[in-house]
């Protein structure tokens, strides 16, 4: 049995921070673009109106503008959490398939990866519960391999804690509304576990789209990197 952390990855996107003042100005530009067609007010732009442009859309409502432009994101989390994620339909996904999988082969070690449980420290009686119950799930499923079972009907034994991958892509608008719903303080701490840093390196990205969103987070990160 091994037990990971959840994690994340936004894909195509320079590597250093350093760089990210020239990606958002080329998506800014690309916005921009389209977003004055439909005012005529092409003649209006120049080399740095983009992330105006984009935070006055925003303001007034005009989101749809902004929908031009996707990114795409590689994430680690448990199976539980990957159905909130597949809920947003404005949005394309590929993730690890259980039915094709089989754990009990080399390439996976011959084990079940989880995911570590945010809510519960090490030392506790729930978190003991829990790793037992991996293991007896981890146990079984297995078994059932060993037994002449497939990996789809194997996979019944495996608990929503079990590690999967996905990558995700949704245009800027539909980021800004899963940022608004999974990093609220009522999403499920594991969602928020995720959802929250990921909303610091998208602010980080593309301050002109998301640095409206939950400021109070972030008000004491960087402050000077998300000012208008």
């Known amino acids: 049995m091994k037990i990971v952390e959840p994690s994340f990855k936004i894909l195509d996107i320079p590597d250093e ?8 100005a080329i ?9 004055r067609v439909c005012y005529k007010s092409e003649d209006r732009v120049t080399d740095s109106s983009g992330p105006g442009f984009v935070r006055r859309m925003i303001r007034s409502g ?4 902004i929908e031009h432009v996707s990114l795409s994101v590689r994430v680690v989390c448990d199976r539980g959490v990957s159905h909130e994620w597949v809920r947003h339909r404005i949005a394309s996904y590929s993730q690890e398939s259980t039915r094709y999988c089989n754990y009990g082969k080399d390439k996976f070690g011959n084990e079940v990866t989880f995911i570590r449980p945010s809510f519960w420290a090490e030392d506790t009686a729930q978190y ?3 790793k037992d119950a991996m293991g007896h799930a981890e146990d079984a499923y297995l078994g059932l391999l060993k037994s002449g079972a497939s990996p789809q009907e194997a996979r019944g034994a495996l608990p929503n804690s079990v590690k999967t991958e996905l990558i995700a892509t949704m245009n800027l608008r539909e980021w800004r509304h899963f940022f608004k719903l999974r990093a609220d303080k009522a999403a499920h701490p594991q969602m928020r576990q995720l959802a929250e840093p990921m909303l610091w390196r998208f602010r980080l990205l593309l301050p002109c789209v998301f640095d409206d969103i939950y ?3 972030f008000e004491d990160i960087l402050p000077e990197l998300f000012a208008p």
């Open 62 to 65: 005009h989101e749809s503008v």
């Open 17 to 24: 921070p350093t760089g990210y003042p020239a990606f958002e």
């Open 128 to 130: 003991r519960l829990w």
């Open 27 to 35: 998506v800014a530009a690309r916005i921009e673009m389209a977003g």
């Open 215 to 217: 400021p109070e987070l």
